[in-house]
């Protein structure tokens, strides 16, 4: 989420002639100048329908708080502007958005809530209102069609929530496995798949020390369709999992696996389901993909390569612990194409104080999570049966650590080449793969441009998304400095803005 204490903004006519470098392009600027006034700037993107912004002012309409909500078309130009209200102690919760539409979920620690639907294309909204079940903590809020999922808990219990977006009606449906009591039961994830019109809601059953994972399916509608497990007859231990589409009866699953005794993942599977039963489920180390500790220093890799052997001399392996952010299985007529970028946890030292009985000051230290480091990248091939075909890893470093696992590379399949753009310290980075995994294209440069060649970025703080096309936007803070403007009137030398940056790959 992006926090923006406020806003006001200008065009950068300057970029309509494009900056490139090497393959990518500058099409378009806008900036937004952080003052009072707005909070809580966030945008949605779709297609060729533009861009949709959503602001909350600071002051509040007698029992309401206000929400402005921008339409921007695929030039970045303003093309109309709306505002919808909010009963006060509602806060933003989550956004869900599809091809047409964006959908913005408020809710207020009693329970009430608010679902806001906005056309894309018109921005027209309708909003529909109630009240959550008793002491529900919601954890996911995902739409199909006129039917909005709230998934979380009651007590101690995992439930799907369903509202019906046309009449307001309403069920609580708990989430059930035939043979594990409901206190067992926790959602691992949950998806929708856009070509069948489900929702995909993977559970996590525990017995003892060990769990099964479980994929629970239901309609548009909100009805359950079948529950089955994936991990019946496995030694692994599936830590994460998502499912892309192949048709209405077969799906493809992937994910980080570990051993059944441990938590930290030691490589990545790829599954096939065809109507609820396994054809194959096959699990790859992460020292089993080409070059995948390429990222470290030279004699890091030897050291871990040492290590390596001697295991293998012992009869026992080594095993490497990584977490992945892995993207939706890309399909084609006979590949499965898998992509995964590798992070971990870092922590920070904080020192605190308190006073003691006799009124000394006591110094303590703890322990902090500090966010996600994201250092690589792996794309991989796999044939029908999930054998490996080819696979290749790059380096990334995203100039700021996440608190929540994202995916910061943008992909396009659009061409014969899968095109990948991705932030990397402080510039972006674009990469093309063939399909046969060559890598028919590498280039960066070093700074999100702002069109003025008298700026300086001072900081800069940069997510990328692919938008459609060849397009993609990169947006996010920074902090400029131009000693030019200080000669003109009313310019300022420096600078915090919000900016979207219109990108082109080809």
């Known amino acids: 989420m992006l926090n923006i204490r406020s806003f006001s903004f200008f065009i950068a006519l300057s970029l309509c ?14 900036e937004f100048e952080l003052k009072e006034g707005y909070s809580n700037h966030q945008f949605s993107k779709f297609g060729d329908n533009g861009i949709i912004l959503f602001s909350k002012f600071d002051e509040t309409i007698g029992d309401n708080s206000r929400w402005k909500i921008e339409r921007y078309s695929t030039d970045l130009e303003l093309s109309k502007t709306e505002t919808v209200n909010i009963p006060r102690g509602q806060r933003l919760n989550e956004t869900f958005e599809n091809e047409s539409h964006l959908f913005l979920f408020f809710k207020s620690k009693k329970g009430d809530y608010s679902i806001v639907k906005i ?24 739409i199909i069609d006129n039917t909005a999922f709230i998934t979380g808990r009651v007590k101690k219990e995992s439930i799907v929530f369903t509202v019906n977006l046309e009449n307001g009606e ?50 548009n509608n909100g009805e359950k369709q079948e529950s089955f497990n994936l991990t019946s007859d496995i030694d692994q231990k599936l830590t994460s999992i998502s499912a892309s589409y192949i048709s209405d009866v ?13 938590s930290s993942s030691k490589g990545v599977y790829i599954c096939k389901t065809k109507n609820g039963e396994k054809e194959f489920i096959s699990f790859y180390k992460f020292l089993d993909f080409k070059e995948f500790l390429s990222y470290l220093p030279e004699k890091k890799q030897a050291k871990i390569e040492k290590k390596k052997k001697k295991k293998e001399k012992k009869g026992k392996e080594l095993k490497l612990s990584y977490l992945i952010a892995s993207h939706d299985i890309i399909v084609t007529e006979d590949k499965y194409i898998f992509i995964g970028e590798a992070f971990y946890p870092t922590y920070r030292t904080e020192t605190y104080y308190t006073t003691d009985a006799n009124g000394r000051t006591v110094a303590h230290t703890r322990t ?42 943008s992909v396009s399949t659009e061409k014969d080449n899968i095109d990948m753009l991705f932030s990397s310290r402080s510039g972006v980075h674009a990469m093309s793969f063939s399909r046969d995994g060559k890598i028919m294209n590498e280039k960066s440069y070093d700074i999100i441009e702002t069109g003025d060649e008298n700026d300086k970025i001072k900081s800069s703080y940069t997510n990328m998304d692919y938008w459609y096309g060849e397009y993609f936007l990169t947006h996010g803070y920074q902090k400029i400095k131009n000693k030019e403007n200080k000669k003109q009137k009313g310019q300022k030398k420096k600078r915090k803005i919000y900016f979207i940056n219109k990108l082109s790959y080809e």
């Open 250 to 262: 077969e799906y493809v699953y992937t994910g980080t696996y570990s051993d059944k005794s441990s």
């Open 170 to 219: 309403n069920n609580l449906r708990p989430i059930s496995v035939k043979g594990f009591k409901s206190s067992k039961l926790n959602i691992e994830n949950v998806q929708i798949q856009e070509k069948s019109k489900e929702l995909f809601v993977y559970i996590n059953a525990f017995v003892k020390k060990e769990h099964d994972v479980h994929v629970v399916r239901y309609d």
């Open 17 to 30: 002639t494009t900056i490139s470098f090497a393959q990518v392009k500058t099409i378009k600027r806008i």
């Open 119 to 142: 056309e894309a294309k018109t921005l027209m909204i309708e909003t529909k209102k109630g009240i959550l079940p008793k002491k529900m903590w919601p954890r996911e809020f995902k």
């Open 368 to 409: 902090v999570f500090d966010g996600y480091q994201y250092t690589h990248a792996t794309i991989a091939a796999f044939d029908k049966k999930g054998n490996k075909i080819w696979d290749q890893t790059f380096k990334m470093y995203p100039n700021y650590k996440p608190f929540y696992a994202k995916k910061f590379i």
